[in-house]
T-cell receptor, first 113, second 114 residues
Framework: AQTVTQSQPEMSVQEAETVTLSCTYDTSESDYYLFWYKQPPSRQMILVIR??????QNATENRFSVNFQKAAKSFSLKISDSQLGDAAMYFCACTSRDDKIIFGKGTRLHILP | DGKVTQSSRYLVKRTGEKVFLECVQDMDHENMFWYRQDPGLGLRLIYF???????EKGDIPEGYSVSREKKERFSLILESASTNQTSMYLCASSLMGASGYEQYFGPGTRLTVT
């Protein structure tokens, strides 16, 4: 069975600092995608960043970047220059069969002013 | 940008009531999903639909059914609500095929069953 594991239920970071959220996954698929989704308090879940497994280059989106280690099945999210608006629940996810996605249990990120 | 809307943000129902949660998307997406979100458990897939009148069970379908009569609308039905179905329910949609497409989420419905 496919699994996505986020080992940090909660994290805190000082505003303007850098923080890394960890994620490991297990899949038997040869072709898959990995995602980080953000769910701000009382707001909709949105996609932060996507990585195609066959691409070696790590994806980046402005202050957000990933460290994708395919052999280790690791997919961490780095947030640089943390801002108050980055406070949210972050979910790591991996595609499964038939367009479905398996989500991790989430990491709640607090930004300290 | 397109939207996924859910009929209610908050809902309070009594045990044994039949409950309908509605979800509508305006992006012409083939796939639609219903998830349940509970603290410490993440998102768990209840049902999935990849076409009108087509449905597939997810990981936790017990106690739920779904209906998709039109492409843009996907309904989640609790036939007889129970207190253990108190939760946040999220609807999502995506394009079909090439599974790298992102899922677009609605704002969620927080259901309380008393």
């Amino acid at each position: 069975a496919q699994t996505v594991t986020q080992s940090q239920p909660e994290m805190s970071v000082q505003e303007a600092e850098t923080v890394t959220l960890s994620c490991t996954y297990d899949t038997s698929e040869s072709d898959y995608y990995l995602f980080w989704y953000k769910q701000p308090p009382s707001r909709q879940m949105i996609l932060v960043i996507r990585q195609e497994a066959y691409k070696q280059q790590n994806a980046t989106e402005n202050r957000f970047s990933v460290n994708f280690q395919k052999a280790a099945k690791s997919f961490s999210l780095k947030i640089s220059d943390s801002q108050l608006g980055d406070a949210a629940m972050y979910f790591c996810a991996c595609t499964s069969r038939d367009d479905k996605i398996i989500f991790g249990k989430g990491t709640r990120l607090h930004i300290l002013p | 940008d397109g939207k996924v809307t859910q009929s209610s943000r908050y809902l309070v129902k009594r045990t044994g009531e039949k409950v309908f949660l509605e979800c509508v998307q305006d992006m012409d997406h083939e796939n639609m999903f219903w998830y349940r979100q509970d603290p410490g458990l993440g998102l768990r897939l209840i049902y999935f639909s990849y076409d009108v009148k087509m449905k597939e069970k997810g990981d936790i379908p017990e106690g739920y059914s779904v209906s998709r009569e039109k492409k843009e609308r996907f309904s989640l039905i609790l036939e007889s609500a129970s207190t253990n179905q108190t939760s946040m329910y999220l609807c999502a949609s995506s394009l079909m095929g090439a599974s790298g497409y992102e899922q677009y989420f609605g704002p969620g419905t927080r259901l309380t069953v008393t």
